[in-house]
C-alpha cells in the first residue's frame, strides 16, 4: 500500500507540475526553483496523510484499507494513461471558453478510459486475492515512478536545468513621464472591434462619448494586418510581415532592428518607451528602446503559482467531465510576474485597472521628445470587467469593455491635459487586430499635435500596410487626415492564422492571405489570394 501511495502522490504533484514546467519551459516566464518548494511541500503532505488515512482505516478493517488501495491504484493508472498518452487537442488557452460540445468524442474516451479502469478494479478486487492483487498493482506503481523519474531526469538535462536565464523584458522605467516638448502616444487596446465601437457610439444617445474623443478622427473602415497579436504587434511597430521562414523570436529581433520608424526616433534623439507583454526584440543598440531591460523573473504569490500550476495538472489529468472547472486563461499569470532583486522596478502589466489606477503617477520631467507605445488588455476574452474598470466574477460583455475603455480613455486625456501636454500629444488609439469574424477590423482613430475640433469620424479606407508612414506623420506634426493614407481606390491586403501564444523558437500555424476590395467589417469581402505562408 505504501507504494501506491506514493505513485499517486509522486505523479501528481511532483511529476505532473515540474513535467509540464520543463517541457514548455519557454512559455513560462518563472523559474523552476519556484516550482520545486511547494510541489514538494505538497507531496509530503499528501503522502504522510494517505500513509494515515489508510494506517487509520487498517486498524479498522485491513481488508477494507487494502481495497481502497487496490481501487486508488486503478484510479491512478487512469489518471497516468490520460495525462501522459491520450491528450486532445483543445485549442489555444486564448481567453475563450472551451466549446465541449466540440469534443463528445475526445470526452467519450476520456471519460470511458476512467470508467473502465475502475470497474476493472472492482471485478478484480472481487475475483483475485488482494494479497497477489496488490503485490501486482504496487510493482507497476513503482516501475511507473522509476519511468516518471527517468522523464524529469531527462527534461532537467535537455532543458538545462529549472531555472531561466535573465530575459529582456518591458518594464515600467518612465512609464508615465513625458516630455516637455513633443510626445506621441500609441494607446493600444488589444482586440478592441472596430464594429463593437462603432455599436457602442450609436447607443450614445447624449454624446457623452463624442465628448470624451474630441479632437479625434475615427476611422471606422480600418483594415488590420493580422488576426491575433504575436505577428501584429510587431508589424505596426516595424512594418515587417512574418512569412514563417524563421523562427518568431528571430523575427521580432530583427524587424525591431530594421524598423524604419523606431530607428529614425533614435537618430532624432527621442526617447522611446514601449510597454507591453509580448515578446521583446535582443536589440544590438540596447538604447533603442529606454525600458526593455535584462531581468531575471520570479512571481509575486507561490500560493496562485501553486494554484494554476495544479489547475494545468488537473486539465491534463483528470477526465473530460471534470476538465472544464481546471480551465482559466493562462495569460491570468502575468499578473504575478516580478523582478527578481528588483530594486524598485515593476514589470509591465497590460491590465485595464491598473493602468487606470496609476494615473497619478503622470509627470513631464523629460527634456527630449518622447514616444510611448501602450498595449493594454483592453476588450480581450474572457469578458470579466465592467463599463466602470471593475473585475468581476460573473461573465459580461465585450460592449461594457468598450464603454469601460472609453472610462479609461476619458481619465487618461484629462490627466494629460492637467498636466499641460495633451495638446502638444499627437494621440492614437488603435486595436492590434478585431474581435468579430477574422478580426480583420481594428479600432483606429488619431489626434495630431495642436488638432482641435470635434469628434469626427471618416469614410476613408485604412490598411496596416501603412502604419509606418501614419506614425511617421503624426510624429512630424501632421493632422489625422494628413497622416493616413486612403486606399479608397485599391486593394488591400490581411493575413489570417490561428492565435498561438508563439515562443522564441517556434513557427506558426499556416497564415493565409486574404485580399478586399469592400469595407473592412465586412468578412465576405475577404477572398484568399492563394498565398499562404506554411508552417515551417
Not at 522523464?151 to 538545462?160: A, G, R
Not at 504575436?230 to 511597430?237: N, S
Not at 523582478?339 to 491598473?354: L, Q, S, Y
Not at 523629460?366 to 469578458?383: C, I, R, V
Amino acid at each position: 500500500m505504501l507504494s501506491i501511495s506514493l505513485f499517486i502522490c509522486f505523479m501528481i504533484f511532483i511529476f505532473a507540475p515540474l513535467e509540464i514546467y520543463l517541457a514548455q519551459k519557454e512559455e513560462f516566464y518563472f523559474g523552476g526553483s519556484d516550482v520545486v518548494p511547494f510541489a514538494i511541500l505538497f507531496f509530503v503532505a499528501s503522502f504522510v496523510a494517505s500513509l494515515l488515512a489508510l494506517f487509520v482505516i487498517g486498524c479498522i478493517s485491513l481488508k477494507v484499507a487494502q481495497i481502497i488501495a487496490a481501487l486508488v491504484a486503478f484510479v491512478g493508472f487512469a489518471l497516468y494513461i490520460q495525462g501522459n498518452y491520450i491528450l486532445a487537442d483543445y485549442g489555444t488557452l486564448n481567453g475563450n471558453p472551451i466549446d465541449w460540445s466540440m469534443y463528445r468524442v475526445e470526452g467519450l474516451i476520456s471519460n470511458g478510459l476512467f470508467l473502465v479502469l475502475i470497474v476493472l478494479g472492482i471485478v478484480l478486487v472481487r475475483k483475485v486475492p488482494l494479497q497477489k492483487l496488490l503485490s501486482a498493482l504496487s510493482g507497476i506503481a513503482i516501475c511507473i515512478v522509476l519511468v516518471q523519474m527517468v522523464t524529469l531526469v531527462t527534461l532537467f538535462i535537455q532543458k538545462d536545468g529549472l531555472d531561466k536565464e535573465p530575459i529582456y523584458y518591458t518594464t515600467t522605467k518612465n512609464e508615465f513621464n513625458y516630455s516637455k516638448e513633443k510626445n506621441v502616444i500609441v494607446l493600444l487596446l488589444d482586440n478592441f472591434d472596430s464594429a463593437v465601437f462603432s455599436e457602442v457610439l450609436q447607443e450614445d444617445s447624449d454624446n457623452e462619448y463624442a465628448g470624451i474623443l474630441e479632437d479625434f478622427t475615427y476611422y471606422p473602415d480600418t483594415l488590420g494586418m493580422y488576426s491575433a497579436t504575436d505577428f501584429a504587434i510587431p508589424q505596426i511597430l516595424t512594418g515587417e510581415k512574418y512569412k514563417n521562414d524563421i523562427p518568431y523570436g528571430e523575427y521580432v529581433d530583427a524587424s525591431f532592428e530594421s524598423s524604419p520608424f523606431l530607428n529614425e526616433l533614435y537618430e532624432e534623439d527621442w526617447d522611446c518607451g514601449i510597454y507591453s507583454t509580448q515578446l521583446m526584440p535582443v536589440l544590438e543598440n540596447e538604447d533603442m528602446i529606454e525600458n526593455v531591460e535584462k531581468v531575471q523573473l520570479t512571481v509575486s504569490s507561490h500560493r496562485r503559482l501553486a494554484e494554476y500550476m495544479y489547475k494545468f495538472v488537473g486539465f491534463r489529468y483528470l477526465p473530460q467531465c471534470i476538465k472544464e472547472y481546471c480551465w482559466f486563461y493562462p495569460d491570468d499569470m502575468k499578473e504575478m510576474m516580478r523582478i527578481k532583486d528588483a530594486n524598485g522596478r515593476r514589470i509591465f502589466d497590460w491590465n485595464n485597472r491598473n493602468f487606470y489606477e496609476d494615473l497619478d503617477a503622470v509627470e513631464v520631467n523629460k527634456d527630449k521628445n518622447a514616444f510611448h507605445f501602450y498595449h493594454l488588455e483592453g476588450t480581450h476574452s474572457p469578458f470579466t470587467m465592467d463599463e466602470d474598470l471593475n473585475y468581476t466574477k460573473e461573465t459580461t460583455s465585450i460592449q461594457e469593455e468598450a464603454k469601460a475603455m472609453l472610462k479609461l480613455m476619458d481619465s487618461y486625456f484629462a490627466k494629460l491635459k492637467e498636466m499641460g501636454i495633451y495638446d502638444d500629444a499627437a494621440i492614437i488609439v488603435m486595436a492590434d487586430h478585431g474581435f468579430h469574424e477574422y478580426h480583420q477590423n481594428p479600432i483606429f482613430m488619431i489626434k495630431g499635435m495642436q488638432e482641435q475640433h470635434a469628434f469626427t469620424v471618416s469614410d476613408k479606407k485604412l490598411s496596416y500596410d501603412d502604419i509606418q508612414s501614419v506614425l511617421k506623420n503624426v510624429k512630424d506634426g501632421q493632422s489625422a487626415d494628413e497622416a493616413v493614407l486612403d486606399r479608397d481606390n485599391g486593394e488591400r491586403i490581411f493575413y489570417f492564422y490561428n492565435d498561438s501564444h508563439l515562443k522564441e523558437d517556434s513557427y506558426s500555424e499556416d497564415i493565409v492571405e486574404y485580399t478586399t476590395f469592400g469595407n473592412a467589417k465586412d468578412a465576405t469581402a475577404l477572398k484568399e489570394t492563394g498565398v499562404r505562408h506554411e508552417r515551417w
